[in-house]
């Protein structure tokens, strides 16, 4: 069975900090993984990764995936209040649509 | 582009009673629909996969006869949650995947808190 793990399953930083969130998985014939941001509502997309060793930017945020160890990371640096929030990975095999996510790292930033 | 929307935003309803929930791809033709549940401070479960013209494919444990699912068009999704109880209130979301697009790619919709009585 598929499965998305992902650490810290909560996380208290102050405004300016780097943090580091991590997701490993298990997945038959992997395809993708995929980070959101979740607020309030649904989740917002954020990257899509396929390739190992390739970093995906977006202003403060990167995220990048190693197929090897079967994990990947996502960073923000200089974290904003704004930041706060449930982040989701989620993977994706070759065959079937559905998405498998793990249970999320709730990241409060603190002013 | 890309926008998912849900109806009703939230709805309260009696023990026993129907929802109907609504999930609408806007700008996008969406061949398949996933509609997936979430409790409080946990994570996304999917409930079912909607195929435009077909039956929705449920997840193990979901109760199909529970949680009706239509795909009617390429844009409408809906889900009935038939004789609602309390231990069905949770946030329903739903998710469209473009026809044209990536396979990959899910657009959420914004979400439907069902809070039954």
């Known amino acids: 069975e598929d499965k998305v793990v992902q650490s810290p399953l909560s996380l208290v930083v102050h405004e300016g900090d780097t943090v580091t969130l991590n997701c490993s998985y298990e997945v038959t014939n992997f395809r993708s993984l995929l980070w959101y941001k979740q607020e309030k509502k649904a989740p917002t997309f954020l990257f899509m990764l396929?390739?190992?060793?390739i970093e995906k930017k977006s202003g403060r945020l990167s995220s990048i995936l190693d197929k090897k160890e079967l994990f990947s990371i996502l960073n923000i640096t200089a974290t904003q209040t704004g930041d706060s929030a449930i982040y989701l990975c989620a993977v994706k095999g070759l065959y079937g649509n559905k998405l498998v996510f793990g249970a999320g790292t709730i990241l409060r930033v603190k002013s | 582009g890309a926008v998912v929307s849900q109806h009703p935003s939230w709805v309260i309803c009696k023990s026993g009673t129907s929802v109907k929930i609504e999930c609408r791809s806007l700008?996008?033709?969406?061949?398949?629909m996933f509609w997936y549940r979430q409790f409080p401070k946990q994570s996304l479960m999917l409930m079912a996969t909607?195929?435009?013209?077909?039956?929705?494919?449920?997840e193990q444990g979901v109760e199909k006869d529970k949680f009706l699912i239509n795909h009617a068009s390429l844009t409408l999704s809906t889900l009935t949650v038939t004789s609602a109880h309390p231990e069905d209130s949770s946030f329903y979301i739903c998710?469209?995947?473009?026809?044209?697009?990536?396979?990959?790619?899910?657009?959420f919709g914004p979400g439907t808190r069902l809070t039954v009585l």
């Open positions: 909607s195929n435009e013209g077909s039956k929705a494919t449920y």
């Open positions: 998710s469209a995947r473009e026809a044209s697009g990536r396979a990959d790619t899910q657009y």
């Open positions: 396929t390739s190992s060793g």
């Open positions: 700008d996008f033709q969406a061949t398949t």
